[in-house]
């Protein structure tokens, strides 16, 4: 028994929404991949840990100071602040290295808006 046009099209229009649905489906994961994929950098602008990279404004940006700090024991912290390019202040701590070298191990940004 053929059925009624009426439900044949009722059909035709049910597995349409679906194809919709589905359709939209894939383009939300689509977008949303990317923001999921970028919380996964390994570079780091603020906190602790090895993967803090350098900002405009720190001592290390553009590499080490040419100056070594010589009277300064191994192991010793020194603190930094400076303001970012957004004008918030930043503050970041340094340890000297066997080396001389400056070893960047931390960075707080301060994003107070109300204090000029």
Same mark, same amino acid.
């Given at each position: 028994? !053929? ?10 229009? @049910?597995?349409?929404?679906?194809? *919709?649905?589905?359709?939209?489906? +894939?383009?939300?994961? %689509? ?14 602008? $603020?906190? #602790?840990?090895? @993967?803090?990279?350098? =900002?405009?404004? *720190? +001592?290390? #940006?553009?590499?080490? !100071?040419? %100056? ?7 192991? *010793? +912290? $020194?603190?930094?602040? /400076? /303001?970012?390019? /957004?004008?918030?202040?930043? #503050?970041?701590?340094?340890? =000297?290295? !066997?080396?001389? *070298? ?6 707080? =940004?301060? #994003?107070? =808006? /109300? @204090?000029?």
């Amino acid at each position: 028994m !053929p059925r009624p046009q009426f439900l044949q099209r009722a059909l035709r229009a @049910n597995e349409c929404a679906a194809l *919709s649905e589905h359709s939209m489906k +894939i383009a939300w994961l %689509t977008l949303c991949a990317p923001l999921l994929l970028s919380a996964c950098t390994p570079t780091q602008t $603020v906190g #602790y840990g090895p @993967n803090l990279e350098p =900002i405009p404004g *720190s +001592i290390t #940006y553009g590499g080490q !100071p040419r %100056t070594k700090l010589t009277k300064a024991p191994v192991g *010793s +912290i $020194v603190p930094h602040q /400076f /303001f970012d390019d /957004f004008g918030h202040r930043v #503050y970041e701590t340094y340890v =000297i290295e !066997p080396d001389r *070298s400056l070893r960047l191990t931390s960075r707080r =940004i301060d #994003y107070d =808006i /109300f @204090n000029d």
